[in-house]
């Protein structure tokens, strides 16, 4: 079973605009949710992350939104540059254990000029 | 600071072969990942290693599949023998410590594996 999910396989946008990444969980011991970004014949590159503590994160044109009771986070990029382009992938941990990541499938960004 | 270094970048092998890849991670890092990501899907965890210690194998498929990391430092995968669904990329990440707060996962560039 899928317990993180990125609905959208791709997305693209204008430059300058911005860019609303998507991604749902299912189990409800996940407390720490965290963004990647990976370029291709790379490995994915940290991003952005959030704790459950609080339902939004900034660092600069990046910001993710958590809410909690729709178990639904999401990634906004503004504004959306072409050095954006890249497959972004949403990941969750749950505090004890391994604390071991769970990705989505990812979601393609295009950003054209 | 060097990246987490992996090797080879590709391998072609033939189904029922083994074959093994290798990891470095960066200086300083306790904990070590590999992740096998199949074409469309995410990362997905094989097995954690807290210094030379395993933390998490429970969704490595011990049949086939066996992992090492010696001294605590690099590390090595190994398939024997492979099937035509492992062809995929293999992906080491380390961190500092445990995945949570301000240690997040370095990636390597990782091994493209093609099973024929």
């Known amino acids: 079973d899928q317990q993180v999910k990125q609905n959208s396989p791709s997305l693209s946008v204008q430059e300058g605009r911005i860019s609303i990444l998507n991604c749902d969980y299912t189990?409800?011991?996940?407390?720490?949710f965290l963004w990647y970004k990976k370029y291709p014949a790379e490995g994915p590159t940290f991003l952005i992350s959030?704790?459950?503590?609080?339902d939004k994160n900034e660092d600069g044109r990046f910001t993710v939104f958590l809410n909690k009771s729709a178990k639904h986070l999401s990634l906004h990029i503004v504004p959306s540059q072409p050095g954006d382009s890249a497959v972004y992938f949403c990941a969750a941990s749950a505090l004890g254990g391994s604390e071991k990541l769970v990705f989505g499938k990812g979601t393609k960004l295009t950003v054209n000029p | 600071e060097a990246g987490v270094a992996q090797s080879p970048r590709y391998k072609i092998i033939e189904k029922r072969q083994s074959v093994a890849f290798w990891c470095n991670p960066i200086?300083?890092?306790?904990?070590l990942y590999w992740y096998q990501q199949i074409l469309g899907q995410g990362p997905k965890l094989l097995i954690q290693f807290q210094n030379n210690g395993v933390v998490d194998d429970s969704q490595l498929p011990k049949d086939r599949f066996s992992a090492e990391r010696l001294k605590g430092v690099d590390s090595t995968l190994k398939i024997q023998p492979a099937k035509l669904e492992d062809s995929a990329v293999y992906l080491c990440?380390?961190?500092?410590?445990?995945?949570?707060?301000?240690?997040?996962?370095?990636f390597g560039n990782g091994t493209r594996l093609t099973v024929t």
């Open positions: 200086s300083g890092h306790a904990t």
């Open positions: 189990n409800s011991m996940f407390d720490y």
């Open positions: 990440a380390s961190s500092r410590q445990r995945q949570r707060s301000n240690s997040p996962l370095h």
């Open positions: 959030i704790s459950s503590i609080k």
